[in-house]
């Protein structure tokens, strides 16, 4: 069926064009009689404005931009979640881009996303992000913009994060109080902010407990995969046969690692501990199930989005945008993968 339009309204009802559309603003000058006829024949039609014509008038696209490294994985699944849920509350609608955790392909899709016009950007950077220029053109551009999880200390725009550090500080720490002695860090990616937090949350939890840091602990997952964890299982036991704790980046590293240990007669936790990072589903479903620390995925989500539209707002009144840092609580959870019997 066709869309309704004022001239049809304006036809039935014998008026013009202009009556009618001031009559559906409320314009002072139509009287009350006709914009009663006016609004029950527009409701009795369905008549709907024209978005891109209101968008148009008013120089906004009523809608944002998102781009996400994985929109597969279980935590950003969550983060979309809580955009959409938001987003909704306040009439926008998400394009939502996802870079494949490929510098290249990000870049093409802020050039994408500035193009359309979109109102705001929310971004999470890939792993290969290495160069801060196109996150600075978004910026330069007066698109608001508002980092999420893996973002960057130096860029200046508001960031919704967990405090990374205190969390990896926390599942090391718990490795430690399980008698852990010589606990191997499964890292991510150098370049990430997030990583890097986890990093030194592990390193400073082993120093502030009197435990000798050893870069040769310290495995690098480029790809962050369940393969890198299966791998790097078998490395560290070549490497250090008197390892006896692990601290994963993620719940698939984790993952990858307990099923070497599983396939070659090593028992968890009895002679070695793991713990991950994310609280994926699948973490209380392993044998032994995963410790983990769990992330507020759909409220980092909303509150990134409430963040994006507070700037969106104060850019159209002209107003100066205040930036926010936003920190998340997360919470550990200690499972059999790390209880020694």
């Not at 860090?185 to 937090?197: A, M, T, V």
């Not at 850019?315 to 998340?328: A, F, N, R, V």
């Amino acid at each position: 069926m066709a869309q309704v339009t004022l001239k049809e309204i304006a036809d039935i009802l014998g008026i013009s064009v202009t009556t009618v559309s001031k009559a559906l603003k409320d314009y002072k000058d139509v009287s009350e009689e006709t914009k009663k006829k006016v609004r029950e024949l527009a409701k009795e039609l369905d008549y709907q404005p024209n978005a891109m014509a209101l968008s148009l008038r008013n120089q906004e696209s009523r809608t944002i931009g998102l781009i996400i490294p994985e929109i597969a994985h279980h935590f950003f699944a969550n983060i979309i979640n809580g955009i959409i849920l938001e987003a909704e509350k306040h009439g926008y609608l998400v394009i939502i881009l996802q870079s494949n955790e490929s510098f290249d392909l990000e870049t093409k899709q802020i050039d994408l996303l500035l193009n359309k016009r979109v109102d705001g950007i929310l971004m999470s950077l890939s792993n290969e992000t290495d160069s801060l220029d196109a996150i600075r053109k978004i910026i330069s551009n007066g698109t608001p913009l508002v980092l999420f999880d893996k973002i960057s200390k130096m860029v200046n725009c508001s960031k919704v994060i967990i405090d990374d550090q205190k969390a990896a500080y926390e599942a090391t720490e718990h490795l430690i109080k399980s008698g852990c002695k010589k606990i191997a860090h499964f890292r991510g990616p150098l370049n990430p902010q997030g990583s890097i937090d986890r990093f030194l949350g592990y390193k400073r939890a082993l120093e502030d407990h009197k435990i000798t840091y050893d870069p040769s602990l310290v495995y690098i997952c480029n790809r962050i995969s369940s393969q890198e964890g299966f791998d790097y299982a078998q490395q560290v036991l070549k490497d250090h046969p008197d390892v006896d704790g692990i601290f994963c980046i993620t719940d698939l590293v984790a993952a990858g690692a307990m099923s070497y240990f599983n396939k070659n007669g090593i028992f968890v936790p009895d002679q070695i501990s793991i713990i991950g990072f994310s609280n994926w589903p699948i973490s209380s479903l392993l044998t032994p199930s995963l410790s983990t620390v769990d992330q507020p995925g759909t409220r980092m989500g909303k509150e990134a989005l409430g963040i994006l539209v507070e700037e969106i707002n104060a850019k159209k009144k002209k107003e100066p945008i205040e930036y926010h840092l936003i920190q998340l609580p997360t919470k550990l959870i200690a499972r059999n993968s790390s209880k020694k019997s």
